[in-house]
């Protein structure tokens, strides 16, 4: 259930989407299979096995299920093909087609393999945070996310979706943490570190399972290498790795989380839905700490808001 590597995004804290709506607006775009003459498909699938619902809600969380089909035709099994044809024509015409005509045995060798292609289908966990105010998205591929938010701005009228704008880039921040040897309030630094020199074709340092002296840190940094990839645990319930772009990869909730919930005598549908809660409450929470440290342009701050 656990997302593995989420990509953030904003939405409006308490958007006034409800289950009913995101459901039958996700319901017109449901995944189909690929038919005999397509190489791709892609849509909306139900998030439980048990229930038809595109849409799983529990408290102000809202998760739904992307799912895209591709048939795959190998590229070996093609090649024959166009070999087998083209050793035909030759022998029809008595010379070797030429780029333009392999070029257009290829494109008929596909279209003739498609019906009987294989179709794999990958799924796609999304999430909407409305307390919080996020879209979370369990990838590494921002074009696959791109692609997950492409089918909710055709299913949802004014979807209001924002990139993250932050004041600080996580390359500066993650630089000066180690720098002054100190994680943000919260955070601890684990053993995955990743530093690049900023000029392009730079060298590259990588600790791996190691945490590097501090006065190696200095030393790497004072020669104009910044940090791009640095492994953390939070509040000891999560560990992960905060990328130069905001991904955030390898989540893991550590023992002491696992050992809070109590899944005891609840059904399936029950344990699906503790599960969910836990893990939007603590990814919410670590985001909006992680956020703070930051800083988020126009994210109005705590005494702002008592003020106001």
């Known amino acids: 259930m656990w997302a593995k590597n989420i990509q953030v ?12 709506k995101l459901e039958s607006g996700l319901s017109t775009k449901l995944f189909q299979p690929c038919s005999s003459l397509e190489t791709e498909s892609s849509g909306w699938v139900p998030v439980r096995k048990t229930s038809p619902a595109v849409v799983q809600a529990v408290g102000k969380n809202m998760m739904v299920m992307f799912c895209a089909g ?5 590229s070996s099994v093609v090649a024959e093909q166009v070999k087998i044809k083209a050793a035909e024509i030759e022998n029809a015409q008595g010379y070797t087609p030429g780029r333009k005509q392999l070029k257009q045995l290829k494109e008929d060798v596909i279209e003739a393999l498609i019906p009987r292609a294989f179709e794999v289908k990958k799924t796609t966990m999304a999430w909407f945070d409305l307390k ?21 701005l055709t299913a949802i009228d004014k979807f209001p979706i924002q990139s993250l704008k932050l004041e600080r880039t996580p390359v500066a921040a993650m630089t000066n943490w180690l720098s002054i040897d100190e994680a943000p309030r919260g955070f601890t630094v684990d053993q995955d570190t990743e530093l690049k020199s900023k000029e392009e074709g730079g060298a590259t340092v990588r600790y791996l399972k190691h945490t ?30 905060l990328t130069e772009t905001f991904s955030i990869k ?4 550590l023992a002491v989380l696992k050992e809070s919930e109590d899944l005891s005598g609840k059904n399936d549908e029950e344990r699906f839905d503790a599960d969910f809660m836990l893990m939007a409450a603590e990814i919410g929470s670590l985001l909006n700490d992680l956020t703070a440290e930051l800083g988020e342009i126009g994210e109005m701050k705590e005494e702002e808001r008592l003020a106001a």
Not at 9 to 20: A, F, G, L, S, V
Not at 250 to 253: E, G, L, N, V
């Open 250 to 253: 390898k989540i893991a909730p």
């Open 132 to 152: 919080n105010g996020w879209l979370i998205i369990d990838t590494t591929s921002t074009n696959k996310a791109d692609e997950v938010i492409k089918h909710l």
């Open 70 to 74: 591709k048939k795959l035709i190998p």
């Open 9 to 20: 995004y904003r939405i409006p804290k308490n958007w006034d989407m409800t289950q009913e």
């Open 212 to 241: 590097p002296e501090n006065q190696d840190m200095q030393r790497q940094i004072t020669t104009g290498k910044h940090c791009t990839r640095l492994a953390l645990t939070w509040e000891d319930k999560i560990s992960f790795v």
